[in-house]
Structure formats: C-alpha cells, structure tokens
C-alpha cells in the first residue's frame, strides 16, 4: 500500500513539473498534458525538419534563436521527420495563424493551417524550452490547439521625436514575434524630425530630418540641448526592415502624416505652408543655434502647431509623389496617413483656403480636411492600398473605406463601426506604452509622458466597446494596438522598459480568448517570462504594479 502511493505521488509530481513549465503568453486557446508527464529533449545537432520549403524561415528562425539564447546548434532539413517537425495542413474555414503543437517521447511536430500558423507554433515551442541555460533543451510533453482571437495585434513606435537605428528596429520586431503580434506601425514624420528617404526630396532628410536643439526635462522644458540631433532611414535600409518582419510575419506599416505635424516637412520645402515666407513659431526654450537658420525651422518642443500643409496642387502633388516611393518600399495594404492633431488657425486666415473652401462649396475648416484626406485616400485606393488614420478622421465627413485608429478614447471607434468602418483600437487610457507604469513616480528610472497604465490595467482591457458587444457592428473591430511615443524616449533600453512587460499583457489581450483571461493566473505566469526577458537581456521593469 505504502508503494503504492510513493509512486501515485512520484507521478503527481512529475506531472506537476511538466505542468509548471507550460507557462506560455499569450496563453493558448488549449493545453492538455498526459497525467503521467515526461519531456523530451532537443539535443546539439538535432533535426528541425521542414516539409514545405515555405517553412524554411520558420526552422531558420528557431535554429538561430536557440544557437544565441542557449549556444545550442541544430540543423534544419527538407524532410518529413525530425527531432522537430514543421508542417502545414490547410483546413476549411480554420481561422488564420491556427496551430496545434504535440510533443512526446518521439519527437516535438508543429502543424499549420498556414505558414504563418507554423511560425506561431514555434513561438509557443520556444517558452516551452528551459529557463536557463544548457546544452539538452526539455520539452514537457504537450498538446496545444491554438489561434488568434484578434486579426490585427499590433505596436506601434514613433522615430519622429527621437530616431532609433534601424537595427534596434529589427530586434523590436523579433519582440513583437515572441508575442505572437503580427502588425508593426512605424511612425516615420513629425514635427521635430523626418526619417524616411525620398529621393525625389532629398532635403525632407537633409533639412527635415534633422532639429538643432531638443528641451530639456518636461514640456515646457526647462532648458535647450543646443545640440544638432536626427537621422533617417535610407530606402535599403526600410527594404531590409520590411524583408525582416516579413519573416517573421509581421506587416510593416508605414505613417506619413498629414495634414499636421509636418513642421519637419515644411522647413524643407516651405511652398507647403499656405504662409511660405512667415518664420517658424519656436516656443521657448528654443535652440540658439536656429538664428542663423532660414525662417522655416524642424520644431525642438513637443506639442501641437499651426504651420499645417496647405490644401494646395503644390502639397497634393508633393504628397502624390512622397506616396508613389513608400508605397513601392511598403508591400502592407495598410498606409497610416495620422490626420491626428492639425490645427485649422492657418487654415482660417489663409485667403487661398477660404476661397476654395467656397469653390468646394464647404462650411467649415473640419470640412476642408475631410476633402484633405479623402483626396489622399481617393489617391491611395488607386494604388490599391488603403488608409489608417487616427479618429480625428471622422470630423468632417469620414473617407469612403478609411480604417479608423481610435487612440481619443472609444469614441471614435463605435462611432466609425456603426458606419460600417473597420476599427482598430488604440486608446492612450489602456495602450500608450509612453506613460508611467508606476502609480509611485519615484519607482520609475526616467521622466516619462504621464500618470499612469500599470500592467494590470493593460491586460484588463477589452478591445471590444461596451456598445459594440453582440451586436452586428462588433466585427468591425480588427484588433487593438499599442503605441510608443517617443518624446521622453532617447534610447532603445528606455523603449524595452516602457513596452516590458505591457507588451505581454498586451499580447494576451489580442490572442487569447476572452474567457481564458484571468489576472491572477497571468501573473503566475509573468514570473517565467521574467526570466525570458532575462535570457532575452531586456531591460524590462522589474518593479511593475
């Protein structure tokens, strides 16, 4: 009888061992573990078999994170069979990205409804590997069904304020991959700074790419860096981003905002201000070294300002042509064109904008940038792309087949559902990754936007609005997305901080079921992505609320 229950309890604990390392996030739609667990072990030169060549970035992802994470080196092999085994079997009306996972003595096989279902299944292998380091990699045995809930989960990151090389852009989007996110939004113009290159406007980068000074501390700012500081992205350099998240099945969304926040534009060609030859508005504290600058400067300040486009041919035709080149690097049929935040002041005393609001038969500044923005839209969907923009969009008269970002609130987003308008919810409330995650401001290691989103908060929101659940209009919603605004961003371990570990709350929001969320269970599971943060070197904040 005593043996008996010496080995009832061995095997209790054994299983509760394999149970312990299933700690994935975003959490799968189903895990099921043999009673009597084991694992089995990925050893060096073990075999990552592909049966579709589709699925060769897939091994060559797995290979190439397990030889920098664990110093373990494997092969990858056109074959049918393998220490690991990837393959794609397509079933009727499976929603995208669906795989299943089973491990067991002989062998770890992921099956796809697709390619991009494989890649996911990867990730899911990954968390199942060790939290340290060592040279025989353990996998309990396991089954998992999994797929997502949301079609577009998303992050965002502004290189406007503050520019961030390109290849810490990479391993951003590697982070947005372990999390099973499958849409990058990066935000390229702003007023303090340009960063794609246009050939046809080689000045948007000499002159708009670059500010002669930033402020000091918080806006207003209590001093000036008096300091030259910018950058921008050449167009080899965006092919080879594009190509990498592509990969890793991860759409590249390009913003170029208009008609507001292009300050940066407008000192490079000041014939796209309806007032060319008026001096840039600096607010104070403002670079000493703009004196010897020509009236149209790149904004050091953060903030809102009133030298917007002109609604004019020349800016239609500039931007048409500024399209045509993103358009060619950005396979997305997505095209962010912001809309957010543009002041009508110079709108209202431009005589050129009064008159052809009369010519357009239009009663209201809001109204002209409606026509603005159906005319780029009007444009785009020649192209055979379609516009995001944020939900200033809707003032007006909303673009025919605009895709609305609600970032003010939900608002913007109901309101655009029931117009029949896809919706992606992005309110600053639960999803600007800028703010302070502490409620205690002494807990944060920088200055930060504002008070305050705590991970807790993150992973309570429900992308779906109150008065859109179970109704017609809640298939409207594609997803959520979190965005990264940079003003108080200088470098790529203040991102890491920021996004770590919202961004795994974040991820389970838009992938997981909604029944299966549960607080206190995510918590627990936090605990093992710590330390895959750690295994990752990730400067995340560890003191999270």
Known sequence: MNKRITIGMAAVLIACTSVAQVNIIPKPVDIKMPAIGGTYTIKAASVVAVANKSLQSSATYFT???????????????????????????????????????????????????AEGVFYGVQSLIQLLPLQKGNALTVAFTDITDYPRFAYRGMHLDAGRHFFPASFVKKYIDYLARHKMNYFHWHLTEDQGWRIEIKKYPKLTQVGGFRNGTIIDHYPGTGNTNTRYGGFYTQEEIKEVVAYAAKRYITVVPEIELPGHSSAAIAAYPQLSCFPD??????????????????????????????????????????????????????????????????????????????????????????????FIQRIEKYINGKGRQIIGWDEILEGGLAPNAVVMSWRGEKGGVDAAKEKHAVIMSPESHTYFNYSQALSKEKEDSVTFSCCLTVEKVYGYEPVPLQLQNTDQEKYVLGAQANVWSEYIHYPSTIEYQVFPRMSALSEVLWSQKSDRNWADFSSRLRDQFKRYDLWKVNYNKGYE
Request: aromatic fraction near 10%; charged fraction near 25%.
């Open 278 to 371: 008026s001096a840039t508005k600096m607010l104070p504290p403002a670079s000493s070294l703009n004196q010897a600058l020509p009236l149209k400067k790149v904004q050091e300040t953060w903030g809102v300002f009133e030298d917007v486009f002109c609604p004019s041919e020349y800016t239609f035709n500039f931007l048409q042509d500024v399209l045509d080149e993103v358009i060619a690097l950005f396979p997305s049929k997505y095209i962010h064109i912001g809309g957010d935040e543009c002041p009508k002041d110079a709108w209202k005393k431009s005589a050129f904008c009064q008159d052809l609001m009369k010519k357009l038969g239009l009663k209201t500044e809001h109204e002209l940038q409606s026509y």
């Open 64 to 114: 190439d994170y397990v030889k920098e994470v664990y110093q373990v080196g494997l092969q990858s092999s056109a074959s049918k069979a393998g220490a690991i085994t990837l393959s794609v079997e397509p079933k009727k009306n499976a929603v995208p990205g669906t795989y299943t996972l089973h491990a067991d003595k002989k062998g770890i096989v992921i099956k796809g409804v697709d």
